[in-house]
């Protein structure tokens, strides 16, 4: 077992989001639900802590109300090894209420922050010519999501 495991706090969708996220990465899977008893505090019978895996990386989900929300401070970043890969989670995950922001973040229709990162992108950037680098830097910081061809266009621009 892992020894730190994320815990999400959401309102009520617990179940939901993580059946989306583990639709979305292989070697993902629910591990377990736990329901609220008698003793509360929410409905008994309702779902409240989802243990689930991404990618084998565990995490817990419990739906706690409404008192603490999502916010940009913590995101899951995801490392991506190609346009297709970005394309397919983006797609996925600001679906249906989800939100694009600047630099390849967004945030999921319940809230959480991701960034989805092609590999290319710490490559490019980490060139030992710091010109090439910072071109890659400004094309990404006026992307959405991120293109990995106009990130080798930035870089290979004289």
């Keep these: 077992m892992q020894k ?7 309102d009520d969708r617990a ?26 505090p929410g ?5 409240m802590i989802v243990e689930f895996e991404l990618a084998g990386q565990r995490f817990l989900a419990l739906n706690g109300g409404p008192e603490f929300t999502f916010n940009e401070a913590m995101s899951l970043s995801v490392d991506c090894g190609s346009q297709e890969e970005v394309d397919r989670l983006w797609e996925k995950l600001t679906a249906e209420g989800g939100e694009e922001g600047p630099c390849g973040w967004l945030k999921d229709r319940f809230g959480v922050s991701w960034q989805i990162v092609p590999t290319r992108l710490a490559e490019l950037v980490g060139d030992p010519d710091p010109v090439k680098g910072q071109r890659v ?9 991120l293109e990995i061809k106009g990130l080798e266009d930035a870089y290979g621009a004289a």
């Design 137 to 145: 830097v400004a094309a990404m910081l006026g992307m959405r999501k």
């Design 15 to 40: 179940e939901e989001a993580a059946a989306l996220y583990t639709s979305l990465f292989e070697d993902s899977r629910i591990v377990s639900v736990q329901r609220y008893g008698e003793a509360g």
């Design 43 to 47: 409905t008994p019978g309702s779902v």
């Design 4 to 10: 730190i495991t994320t815990f999400l706090w959401y």
